[in-house]
T-cell receptor, first 113, second 113 residues
Framework: EAQVTQNPRYLITVTGKKLTVTCSQNMNHEYMSWYRQDPGLGLRQIYY???????DKGDVPEGYKVSRKEKRNFPLILESPSPNQTSLYFCASSLQAGVAEQYFGPGTRLTVT | SQQGEEDPQALSIQEGENATMNCSYKTSINNLQWYRQNSGRGLVHLILIRSNEREKHSGRLRVTLDTSKKSSSLLITASRAADTASYFC?????????????FGTGTRLTVIP
């Protein structure tokens, strides 16, 4: 089954404790992206990747890192999480940017205390 | 910001009625997409309309695009309780190389059985 998986689905952590949210897709998509969703603000793009080893900042990249060492994986790293990073995070992938539909993962609800 | 804006923010209708949601955006685009999100879950792609298209249909969905007004509408005909969800428009940026997808804040649709 074609899908985007994220782990963990729920995470409660404390300020400053490094964490990684994994994202994997099995559709051989070139384009992958991370979004955060906050009430009243909609979805905002954090980082995206056009292909392996090619990543770029989205709208709200501060406090986040990503890597794309393999085509299927695109982990999101929070080196020192802060409470303002409490949010619902979505990973998405598509054949290519812009012109193709994006497939979304189920989301990761992160709470930073 | 290139973020789109949906209108209304919330819409409540009876089953069987039609639902219309609007999206306005700020800059020139290559494509506009509509997505649906059930509460707290990942977004699901509904339809993509290119900037040179004016109308597109998919089942009970009808999307229009007016690039002169920088607006789009999504019509769901003969609504069902299962259509209850949030609906988002997403635009790429014509002058940013279509690498980013900008989402609106969404319309929350409630279909009352």
């Amino acid at each position: 089954e074609a899908q985007v998986t994220q782990n963990p689905r729920y995470l409660i952590t404390v300020t400053g404790k490094k964490l990684t949210v994994t994202c994997s897709q099995n559709m051989n998509h070139e384009y992958m992206s991370w979004y955060r969703q906050d009430p009243g603000l909609g979805l905002r793009q954090i980082y995206y990747s056009m292909n392996v080893e090619v990543t770029d900042k989205g709208d709200v990249p501060e406090g986040y890192k990503v890597s794309r060492k393999e085509k299927r994986n695109f982990p999101l790293i929070l080196e020192s999480p802060s409470p303002n990073q409490t949010s619902l995070y979505f990973c998405a992938s598509s054949l290519q940017a812009g012109v193709a539909e994006q497939y979304f993962g189920p989301g990761t609800r992160l709470t930073v205390t | 910001s290139q973020q789109g804006e949906e209108d209304p923010q919330a819409l409540s209708i009876q089953e069987g009625e039609n639902a219309t949601m609007n999206c306005s955006y700020k800059t020139s685009i290559n494509n506009l997409q509509w997505y649906r999100q059930n509460s707290g879950r990942g977004l699901v792609h509904l339809i993509l309309i290119r900037s040179n298209e004016r109308e597109k249909h998919s089942g009970r969905l009808r999307v229009t695009l007016d690039t002169s007004k920088k607006s789009s509408s999504l019509l769901i005909t003969a609504s069902r309780a299962a259509d209850t969800a949030s609906y988002f428009c997403a635009t790429d940026g014509k002058w940013t190389g279509a690498n980013n997808l900008f989402f609106g804040t969404g319309t929350r649709l409630t279909v009352i059985p």
